[in-house]
């Protein structure tokens, strides 16, 4: 099993920042995709951004230009560097990896990190 452990959310006023990270650790063998999610409250789960082990982003539209994801394989970590927060940013964020064992994909979610924009 692999865990994933996040952490910086909080809450921040509306134009501030803010940067999630989260480690994984456990059975790694090769994490490939890494990415975080947000559930807002009567939303569904949704992508904000991820990044393939190679350092390729991508980012749901509403964040680009505010959002920047990175990654460091020989720790397992993913950051979110979230700049010029507003109230609609407001969920819980949830770490996400996968990695391949024996032919199957596997997928871990943290426990989740709230953030909160005031307005």
């Known amino acids: 099993q692999v865990q994933l452990v996040e952490s910086g959310g909080g809450l921040v006023q509306a134009g501030g920042s803010l940067r999630l990270s989260c480690a994984a650790s456990g059975n790694i063998v090769r994490i490939n995709g890494m990415g975080w999610y947000r559930q807002a409250p009567g939303k569904e789960r949704e992508l904000v951004a991820s990044i393939t082990r190679g350092g390729s982003p991508n980012y749901v539209d509403s964040v680009k230009s505010r959002f920047t994801i990175s990654r460091d394989n020989a720790k397992n970590t993913v950051l979110l560097q979230m700049n010029s927060l507003k109230p609609e940013d407001t969920a819980v964020y949830y770490c996400?990896?996968?990695?391949?064992?024996?032919?199957?994909?596997?997928?871990?979610w943290g426990q989740g990190t709230q953030v909160t924009v005031s307005s």
């Open positions: 996400n990896a996968d990695q391949m064992l024996l032919g199957s994909r596997y997928a871990y």
